[in-house]
């Protein structure tokens, strides 16, 4: 004979505990009241309320899942504190190359506290405080010393003008053009001075090389006759 607990046996008139199922970081999570879970981080001091997604609600034998009466259910959570999870490690090999990597990685998390979970609008106002008290001081403290940024920045505009008007003025795209323009004048006037010089040069050598031919006396040319030639 198998023994049967009491306990175990459900009763039919009781009344089944509401849960829902919520929607953060791209996670969906089973809740109850009370009940404390860890989600991926959220932009949230500690002690603050946030509101959740709620995808599902199940209230005894009563079911919701239309997204109409989803956006009226509201899920509370408190923050209770910011951390860490626990070591991932990840490990890399390739064989007979040599390669090998080890590295550890810590999930940032945030460990959140389940309040209320209603169906109507009696819930209570989710307050969501992101910003905490010292980071409120350093933003007066930065509003205060903006004021120096805007006189630093005057005084680095005067000394750019200054500088600018330090600089020679620069030459402009026209004068430039006209620059070139001249030198290339003055080159080519040059090559054509060059080229007249040569043919003057070749005219007087060839005028000499004239000249000594026409001083050579020509030479006579005395033709032997058969009788001399018997003589010599």
Same mark, same amino acid.
């Given at each position: 004979m198998i023994p049967v607990w009491v306990? =175990? !046996?459900?009763? *039919?008139?009781?009344?089944?505990?509401?849960? *829902? %199922?919520?929607?953060? &970081? &791209?996670?969906q999570y089973k809740v109850a009241e009370s009940d404390v879970i860890d989600v991926e981080k959220l932009a949230a001091e500690p002690d603050s309320t946030i509101e959740l997604e709620v995808v599902? %609600?199940? =209230? &005894?034998?009563?079911? !919701?899942? =239309? +997204?109409?009466?989803?956006?009226?259910a509201k899920? %509370? +959570?408190?923050?209770?504190?910011?951390?860490? &999870? =626990?070591?991932? !490690?990840?490990f890399k090999f390739k064989k007979r190359k040599g390669y090998k990597r080890l590295r550890g990685h810590r999930q940032n998390l945030t460990k959140l506290k389940i309040d209320s979970i209603s169906l109507g609008d009696k819930a209570p106002k989710a307050t969501k405080k992101t910003y905490s008290k010292k980071v409120a001081e350093d933003e007066e403290a930065t509003a205060e010393k903006k004021p120096a940024r805007k006189n630093a920045a005057k005084k680095d505009e005067v000394d750019a003008e200054a500088i600018v008007e330090e600089k020679p003025a620069r030459r402009t795209r026209a004068k430039k053009v006209e620059a070139e323009a001249e030198t290339v004048a003055a080159a080519e006037d040059k090559t054509e001075a060059v080229t007249k010089a040569e043919v003057e040069a070749k005219a007087e050598t060839e005028a000499e090389a004239e000249a000594i031919v026409e001083e050579k006396p020509k030479r006579k040319t005395i033709r032997k006759t058969p009788e001399d030639k018997k003589e010599e």
């Open positions: 306990e =175990d !046996i459900p009763v *039919a008139n009781e009344r089944l505990q509401m849960y *829902a %199922i919520v929607k953060t &970081g &791209g996670k599902f %609600i199940a =209230d &005894g034998s009563k079911v !919701i899942t =239309d +997204a109409d009466a989803l956006q009226k899920v %509370i +959570a408190t923050v209770v504190e910011q951390f860490k &999870g =626990d070591k991932q !490690i990840i």
